[in-house]
C-alpha cells in the first residue's frame, strides 16, 4: 500500500514522496537547487531533507553513488551551485525522531562560556575537546546539534566550516543564511581568511623550518577511517611554521594552513618528523611513550585565532580562543621541567 506524504518547508521546492507501508520512499525524486542554497554542502543538504534519515544512512548512499547531481557520482564535501539537479533516491524513513538526544545541563554551561563572539550574523565558540563539530557516524550529539537546542530562537543556525573532534578551539556558526554563504565563500576563495594553530609536537623543530609543502592524498583503511598520506599524487598542501617555545623533548609551535587540506596540519608535521603529541592516528611509539610520561591523554591541537571578513561590513574581524586550562599546566609543567634542569 502507497501513501502520499508531502515533505516540505521554507528550505525546499515542495516535492511530494510516495512512501510505502514500511516507511520507504519508493519513488527517485529530483530536486532543483535554489540560489540562495548555492555553496552549501551535498552532504548537509540531504540531512536537512531527511529529516527522519540517520546521518550514518545519508553518508552511505552518497559513498555508494544513489545520489547524483547534474547526472554524476558526487562526494559529501561537494558544493551545491544554483540550478543543480540532484537524483534523491529511495531511502528508508523513520516512523520516531532520529535522534532525540539532548545536550546536558554541564555542556550547556560549557557550551555558554565558550562563547568568544556573538553579534546577529553569527558566533564564534571555543569548541571543547572531544566534542564533534556535528552528529553522524555513530555520534549522537555535536555542537551544531547541541546550539539548536540552547537557542531555540535562532531561526537560521549552521556551522561556517569544520574541526576535528579531538581538536579544541575557535569553531564559527552562522546565524544567517547570507552570512553562510558570504563566509563560505571567503574560506574557499581564501579571501582575508587566517586560520592560527597552536600544537605541541614531538622533539626539537628547527627554527628554520618555517614551512612544509607536501601534496596530501586521503585514504579510506578498514572500517572506513580515513588516514591521510603524503603523496606525489596527492592535492598540493602548504602549512606555514612557526615556534613560539622549545622544552626538552618538544616544542609549542604555531601553524596556519594555507590550504585546507582533511588532517592537513597532523600530517605535515608527522612528514617533517616531528608529530603532534597526543595524535593516536599519526604520532610515533616515541611521542606516544613522551605523551605517557606527561599524562597528556589528548591531541594537543588547538585553533587558537580565525581572521575573516564579517559578513555584514567586509571589515576584518579577528576572535581569539584561549587554550583549554589542562593544556596550559602542562605547558607550565614543561617550562618547570626545563627550568630545574
Given at each position: 500500500?502507497l501513501?502520499?506524504?508531502?515533505f516540505?518547508?521554507?528550505?525546499?521546492?515542495?516535492?511530494?514522496?510516495?512512501?510505502?507501508?514500511?516507511?520507504?520512499?519508493?519513488?527517485?525524486?529530483?530536486?532543483?537547487?535554489?540560489?540562495?542554497?548555492?555553496?552549501?554542502?551535498?552532504?548537509?543538504?540531504?540531512?536537512?531533507?531527511?529529516?527522519?534519515?540517520?546521518?550514518?544512512?545519508?553518508?552511505?548512499?552518497?559513498?555508494?553513488?544513489?545520489?547524483?547531481?547534474n547526472?554524476?557520482?558526487?562526494?559529501?564535501?561537494?558544493?551545491?551551485?544554483?540550478?543543480?539537479?540532484?537524483?534523491?533516491?529511495?531511502?528508508?524513513?523513520?516512523?520516531?525522531?532520529?535522534?532525540?538526544?539532548?545536550?546536558?545541563?554541564?555542556?550547556?554551561?560549557?557550551?555558554?562560556?565558550?562563547?568568544?563572539?556573538?553579534?546577529?550574523?553569527?558566533v564564534?565558540?571555543?569548541?571543547?575537546?572531544?566534542?564533534?563539530?556535528?552528529?553522524?557516524?555513530?555520534?549522537?550529539?555535536?555542537?551544531?546539534?547541541?546550539?539548536?537546542?540552547?537557542?531555540?530562537?535562532?531561526?537560521?543556525?549552521?556551522?561556517?566550516?569544520?574541526?576535528?573532534?579531538?581538536?579544541?578551539?575557535?569553531?564559527?556558526?552562522?546565524?544567517?543564511?547570507?552570512?553562510?554563504?558570504?563566509?563560505?565563500?571567503?574560506?574557499r576563495?581564501?579571501?582575508?581568511?587566517?586560520?592560527?594553530?597552536?600544537?605541541?609536537?614531538?622533539?626539537?623543530?628547527?627554527?628554520?623550518?618555517?614551512?612544509v609543502?607536501?601534496?596530501?592524498?586521503?585514504?579510506?583503511a578498514?572500517?572506513?577511517e580515513?588516514?591521510?598520506?603524503?603523496?606525489?599524487?596527492?592535492?598540493?598542501?602548504?602549512?606555514?611554521f612557526?615556534?613560539?617555545?622549545?622544552?626538552?623533548?618538544?616544542t609549542?609551535?604555531?601553524?596556519?594552513?594555507?590550504?585546507?587540506?582533511?588532517?592537513?596540519?597532523?600530517v605535515?608535521?608527522?612528514?617533517?618528523?616531528?608529530?603532534?603529541?597526543?595524535?593516536?592516528?599519526?604520532?610515533?611509539?616515541?611521542?606516544?611513550?613522551?605523551?605517557?610520561?606527561?599524562?597528556?591523554?589528548?591531541?594537543?591541537?588547538?585553533?587558537?585565532?580565525?581572521?575573516?571578513?564579517?559578513?555584514?561590513?567586509?571589515?576584518?574581524?579577528?576572535?581569539?580562543?584561549?587554550?583549554d586550562?589542562?593544556?596550559?599546566?602542562?605547558?607550565?609543567?614543561?617550562?618547570?621541567?626545563d627550568?630545574?634542569?
Amino acid at each position: 500500500m502507497l501513501a502520499l506524504r508531502a515533505f516540505a518547508s521554507s528550505w525546499y521546492n515542495r516535492v511530494f514522496i510516495c512512501v510505502n507501508d514500511r516507511g520507504t520512499v519508493s519513488k527517485v525524486s529530483f530536486y532543483r537547487v535554489e540560489v540562495d542554497r548555492a555553496g552549501q554542502r551535498v552532504d548537509n543538504f540531504l540531512i536537512g531533507y531527511w529529516k527522519r534519515v540517520p546521518k550514518s544512512r545519508v553518508y552511505r548512499v552518497l559513498r555508494k553513488g544513489e545520489v547524483r547531481v547534474n547526472g554524476k557520482r558526487v562526494k559529501p564535501e561537494y558544493r551545491l551551485q544554483a540550478d543543480d539537479e540532484i537524483r534523491i533516491p529511495p531511502v528508508r524513513v523513520s516512523e520516531k525522531p532520529v535522534n532525540t538526544a539532548v545536550p546536558g545541563q554541564q555542556l550547556r554551561h560549557q557550551l555558554d562560556k565558550a562563547i568568544l563572539y556573538e553579534d546577529d550574523w553569527l558566533v564564534a565558540i571555543n569548541k571543547p575537546h572531544g566534542l564533534a563539530v556535528h552528529g553522524g557516524s555513530g555520534i549522537a550529539l555535536g555542537l551544531i546539534e547541541s546550539y539548536r537546542v540552547i537557542r531555540p530562537e535562532l531561526k537560521f543556525v549552521e556551522l561556517v566550516h569544520r574541526l576535528d573532534r579531538d581538536t579544541s578551539g575557535v569553531v564559527l556558526i552562522a546565524k544567517k543564511r547570507s552570512a553562510l554563504k558570504t563566509l563560505q565563500d571567503a574560506f574557499r576563495q581564501k579571501h582575508e581568511v587566517r586560520k592560527t594553530y597552536w600544537c605541541l609536537v614531538h622533539g626539537t623543530w628547527p627554527d628554520d623550518l618555517d614551512r612544509v609543502e607536501a601534496p596530501l592524498r586521503k585514504n579510506e583503511a578498514n572500517g572506513g577511517e580515513r588516514i591521510v598520506t603524503v603523496a606525489p599524487d596527492g592535492k598540493p598542501s602548504l602549512t606555514r611554521f612557526r615556534v613560539l617555545k622549545h622544552y626538552d623533548k618538544a616544542t609549542w609551535v604555531e601553524a596556519q594552513p594555507v590550504t585546507g587540506r582533511t588532517h592537513q596540519i597532523r600530517v605535515h608535521t608527522q612528514y617533517a618528523g616531528h608529530p603532534i603529541l597526543g595524535d593516536t592516528k599519526y604520532q610515533t611509539p616515541r611521542a606516544e611513550a613522551l605523551c605517557r610520561s606527561l599524562g597528556l591523554g589528548r591531541l594537543f591541537l588547538h585553533a587558537a585565532q580565525i581572521r575573516v571578513p564579517h559578513p555584514d561590513s567586509g571589515e576584518p574581524l579577528t576572535v581569539q580562543a584561549p587554550l583549554d586550562p589542562a593544556l596550559t599546566r602542562l605547558l607550565t609543567d614543561l617550562s618547570r621541567q626545563d627550568t630545574s634542569r
